[in-house]
Structure formats: C-alpha cells, structure tokens
C-alpha cells in the first residue's frame, strides 16, 4: 500500500489515508507530504473528500481492513469508487511487462533482488515492493515512462484474496506454495488451483521451484529451479566463507561458478538460482547478475543485522509462518552454529497460529530459548483456547516463556543473548529500535 502511495504522490496526484497504528514507515510517508491518520474518523473522511469531486476520488483498501471499520462503511455507503489494492497494481503495471513473483514465501527478498539486477544491468524498470530494500531505502523504485514496451516491472504477486489474478505478467514465478491463508481457501486444493490459474496468465516465461511443479503438476510450459536438486537451474556446492554464501549454478543458458551473494542463508541462495534464472531469460550477462548478487544488501525485516559484533549478534526477521521461521532460525544457526540462539516471536493472526501450532512449535524448537509474545490479531478477532500460551505447550525446548513487551528489555539486560532473533510480521517491528538500544548500551557500543 505504501508503495501504491507513494507511486501516486511521485506524479502530483494528492495522497492521504489511514493506518492502525504509526511506524517508521507511516513517518517517512507523512514526510514526504502524504497525509496520514489513525483514528477511525468518519468526519476527517467527509472534509478531506469535500475538496474534490467525487468522480476524481479513488478509495484503495486492503482485505486487512475490517468491514465493520467506520470510515470503510462510510465510504461503501455513499458510493466512492473502491479497488483492492490489488486491483490498482494490475492496472498500473499493464502498460508495462511485468515480473510477478509468487509464493508463500521469499517474495519479497526475491522481487528486490530482482529489481537490483534490472538497475544493476541498466535496464529501465520500476518496482513495488514488500519491504524497504536497502540498497535504495525504499519499497518504490521508479523508472521513466517514455519506452513502456520495453520498461520492466517488478511486482510481487499475493495468494491472499486471490489478488495475484489480476496481474497477466510478461514473466512469472512461482517460489512455494505451502499452506497459508487458510482463512480464505479453506483448503490448500483450492489455494493451490489459485496458483494454477496464476500460472496459466504468464505470458512468455513462467518459472518454478521444482517441489512447486511437483505440487501443482504443471501442464504449461516452464523452467524449474532448485536448490541441490535436478532442475532446469540448480544452485550447488554452496559454501559459507566468512559469513558470506558462495555457490555454483547449473543453467542451460550458461553455468556459472564461485557466486557470491551479499545476503545469508540457503533460502536466499534459492531466491537468488531463481532471479539468476530470469535473469538469464531476459538475455542479462553472468558478469552482471554477479556483480548484482554481490552488492545487493537485502531488505528490512528480512534477516536484518541489527548488531553485529564479537560481543552480540541481532537479527530482525519478518519470519510469520513455520518454513519461513524454520528458514530464519537456520541461517542463524548455519551462520553462528557455536552460539546460543535466543529468539523472539510474535505469532500473527489466530487463525494461522490455529492451523500451523504443530509446525510454529517444530520450528520455534530450532532455538535454544524462546520468548513467546501474544498473538498479533491484525484484521481478526480472538478465537477461543488459541493463544501464546497453547503454542508453547506444544514446543519441546527447556528455555521458554511467554512475556509481555514491557518485559522484553528488563530480560534481555538481565540475561546471557549471544544471538537474538526478533520474528513476526505484526507490531514487534515496534521493539526492533528498543531492542537495539539495549543491546548496544548493554554491551558498550555505539
């Protein structure tokens, strides 16, 4: 949404809106003049639409956004014209070919890597993003209009609400497709035929993790990827060398040896076989997409160095379902496998922690100790006998508990973290800037 936003306000079109509550990111969106509240207030709405005329008003919302919220009542009620957010983004990037990457997971870090490539290699394209890439401190990368034919862009294609089928991307990918948004589905059949259908869209290149081809069995034409594993474009011999991932690709187009990528972890090095595949698609060369792959620095949230020293290692995760907390862990654990690794997760909604609780307790399982917060509701209500305390019933591991955020800091300074992860995709983002701050005075650094 805030990529949408600030795309309209770039182009002189005045951009105001609402959010539950302040973050970083609404501040740089109030700083660069858009205007932002955060109280359901049905007479802001009314001044705010009174100074235009109401066929020049486009209202974009989210399914995050509750039916009962007043404002959206008010706005369904004297018939503003409303798309999904979902629905603006397949109208922007119809004049353009679009990357659409899919999947439960790694869309983010993958579309950003993505679009570095495309900078890297001068091509002109634009991007929006689920996350703040580092390289350019921004979810929005702007191109220029006057050659859309041959202007790329690149987005990431959501499963929830089906919202990925507006997109008919010139290029399309598919990363994973385990169980989510059951909420929705129901049933992992149906989320699966959506990705079917997403598939059947693409219209020149479509390509696939292997274990995605396996689950869907594909009949349209495609490339596969994976990691270790016999497809079209393989990543193997991957090595750690001071803390940096370094691996070879198998590809049809051209093989390339002794990669190294400027993000940790083997997912990462999954992402980044299925950008070099795309890559290698559109005609880019190896020395570039390697050049690429080396200065990319990652996206916030996403195993995020937030210390890194000799004394303490902090790493910020947006890590929400069990493979992704599994994947996070892991890199931690590849990455520091003689530290202890303490972790703290928030779950997010309580339909998701209600299906997944076996596999959030496997994962959770990888640390040495868990700090569990409440259950993040976002867009839902409570749902009897779910919550934190019935997650760590189900985890193994000796060191956990359940703590409210007013205790995270008081434990921290009063307890041995040699690794700490911060997991979750709903307001724990809050804590990260605290966490950090403790740390360092803990520890003595600046």
């Known amino acids: ?36 509240h955060f109280d359901e207030n049905t007479e802001y709405v009314e001044h705010l639409f009174a100074a235009f005329d109401k066929e020049r008003i486009l209202v974009v919302y989210t399914p995050a956004i509750p039916a009962e919220h007043a404002e959206f009542v008010l706005i369904k009620k004297e018939k ?18 679009t990357i659409a990457i899919a999947g439960t997971h790694g869309k983010t870090t993958t579309s950003s890597l993505m679009a570095h490539v495309l900078k890297t290699a001068n091509i002109n394209c634009y991007a929006f993003l689920g996350g703040i890439t580092k390289n350019y401190n921004t979810n929005l990368l702007l191109g220029h209009a006057k050659d859309n034919e041959n202007t790329f862009v690149v987005v990431e294609a959501d499963e929830y609400d089906r919202s990925f089928l507006t997109l008919h991307p ?50 349209s034409k495609k490339n596969t990827y994976a990691l270790n594993n016999q497809a079209d474009f393989s990543s193997k011999n991957i090595k750690i060398n001071e803390g940096n991932f370094l691996f070879d690709v198998d590809s049809p187009i051209a093989s ?4 190294a990528l400027g993000i940790p972890g083997a997912h990462n090095v999954e992402n980044a076989t299925l950008v070099i595949a795309i890559a290698q698609l559109m005609g880019i060369e190896s020395a570039v997409i390697k050049q690429a792959l080396q200065s990319f620095s990652g996206v916030k949230r996403r195993f995020d160095y937030r210390i890194k ?6 790493i910020d995760d947006y890590a929400h379902h069990p493979e992704e907390l599994k994947a996070a862990i892991g890199a931690a654990k ?6 202890k690794i303490s972790g703290i997760f928030q779950p997010h909604l309580y339909t998701r922690t209600r299906d997944f609780a076996e596999g959030f307790a496997q994962s959770l399982d990888m640390l040495d100790e868990c700090l569990l917060l409440e259950i993040y509701p976002a867009r839902e209500l409570p749902i009897e006998g779910v919550h934190a305390a019935m997650l760590l019933d189900k985890m193994n591991i000796a060191h956990k508990k359940v703590v409210k955020k007013e205790d995270i800091l008081p434990y921290l300074r009063s307890h041995n973290i040699e690794v700490l992860l911060s997991l979750g995709a709903g307001d724990i983002d809050a804590l990260v800037a605290p966490i950090e701050a403790c740390l360092k005075e803990k520890h003595h650094l600046k």
């Open 309 to 314: 020293s000799k004394e303490i290692v902090y």
């Open 170 to 219: 010139y290029i399309g990918a598919v990363t994973s497709v385990d169980a989510d948004h059951l909420d929705i589905y129901g049933d992992i059949r149906y989320m699966h035929e959506s990705y079917t259908l997403f598939t059947q869209q693409v219209k020149e290149h479509l390509i696939v993790k292997k274990s995605v081809d396996e689950a869907l069995h594909l009949s």
């Open 256 to 259: 390339m040896q002794n990669i």
């Open 1 to 36: 949404m805030s990529a949408l936003a600030r795309y309209f306000n770039h182009y002189g079109i005045p951009v105001a809106g609402y959010d539950k509550t302040p973050t970083t990111l609404t501040a740089e969106l109030q700083n660069e003049g858009i205007d932002i």
């Open 334 to 339: 590849s990455l520091y496998p003689n530290k």
């Open 80 to 97: 503003y014209k409303m798309q999904k957010r979902a629905e603006v983004l397949g109208s922007i990037t119809q004049q353009f070919k």
